[in-house]
Each structure stands twice: as C-alpha cells, then as structure tokens.
C-alpha cells in the first residue's frame, strides 16, 4: 500500500498497523458503509493522509483524545497508531460503524476505547485534552457540544473549509489559533483551537 509518501516518519510496526486497518475496512466496507470512497488508494490519500497530518499537530503532553463522531475511525486511529502515547475515545453513534470500531482497536491492538453513543450521553465529568471532529453532521452543532469535553487549555481540532470557517468563529469557549490548509487538499483546513481557562 502506498503509504511510505502519506507516513515518512513512522515506525515501521506502525506502518503495518496502517496497513491492518485499511484491509480491515476495505473488508468491512464491502459489507456495510463506513466511507463513501472505495478506493484503496484514494482511501489512503484522503483519510489516512488526513488523519496522519493532524496526529502531527495534536499538542504534545495531550494524554487524552477524544474523536467526536468517529465514523470509520478517522481520524482516530491513525492519530493511536501515529501517537501509541495517546488515548485516544471513539466516539460513535451509529452501531455498526462502533461494531467496527471495536473490531479495528482490538485487531490492532490500539490503546484506544470505543463510546457506542453520543457524546453528551457520556458522564460530565469525562473531559479530555484534545478533540478531533472530522466529516461530523451539523458541524456547528457538534462543535458547541464538544467544547464542554475539553479541559482547560485543551486543544480543538475541526477539519473545515474556508468557506464553512464563519460559523466556526462564534462558538464559545474557543479561541482558534490556527488554520493550517490540508496537503493536497483544494479548499479543506484544520482549523485549532485552545479552550479558554476558566
């Protein structure tokens, strides 16, 4: 699989478990929908280079990640396989993409935990150091409700386009400190954010 230009700096034993996880959802997905794009390679270029560029930009020290509306897993298992150091929290609603979920951190052997529901069904007191959205419905929505999962200080990241970057600049309790455009990408941006203290 042509990841070696996608993930340069990883270890090799990381690179395999990139490789485990695309046969494994190139599997799943002929069964059940996880992603619209089905091929390989393009799965690699737009989810796996995705992901992996913002494992690059989590913050280092974060202990605890959690990916909001998870999906097939991105970009939450590439950022357990990039970053092993992080726990990395699924959070997924739909239960056949957290059946998968499930199946992906146990094949792989990922420090990671599947959340079978939405995220504000989790107890409050759950907060962690960064938090990923990618591909999630109602963007803003979800934002809202993600920044009461961050602690103080935590790090917000939301994979977004300048087109769709307005309706991020209202939400509260964010200040956006970055917006780094995607490789290879026309018009996408990660767009980060630190939550104010207090």
Request: proline content about 8%; aromatic content about 6%; overall charge positive.
């Amino acid at each position: 699989m042509p990841h070696h230009d996608v993930s340069p700096h990883l270890p090799p034993a990381a690179v395999a478990q990139l490789d485990a996880f695309l046969a494994l959802l190139l599997r799943w997905n002929a069964r059940i929908s996880l992603t619209a794009v089905r091929d390989p390679e393009a799965i690699v270029r737009r989810h796996f280079a995705e992901s992996l560029f913002a494992a690059e930009h989590v913050p280092a020290g974060a202990a605890m990640l959690l990916d909001f509306g998870s999906g097939a897993g991105f970009p939450g298992i590439p950022i357990a396989i990039a970053r092993p150091e992080i726990a990395v929290t699924l959070a997924e609603s739909q239960s056949r993409k957290a059946a998968f979920l499930r199946e992906a951190v146990r094949t792989l052997g990922l420090r990671a935990e599947v959340w079978p529901g939405r995220v504000e069904e989790m107890p409050a007191e759950r907060v962690f150091d960064a938090v990923t959205l990618r591909a999630v419905d109602k963007m803003p929505h979800a934002c809202r409700l993600a920044v009461p999962r961050l602690a103080g200080g935590g790090w917000l990241a939301v994979f977004t386009t300048h087109a769709a970057e307005s309706t991020l600049n209202r939400l509260p309790g964010i200040r956006w400190t970055e917006a780094l455009p995607i490789p290879g990408s026309r018009q996408e941006i990660l767009r980060t954010g630190v939550r104010h203290e207090g």
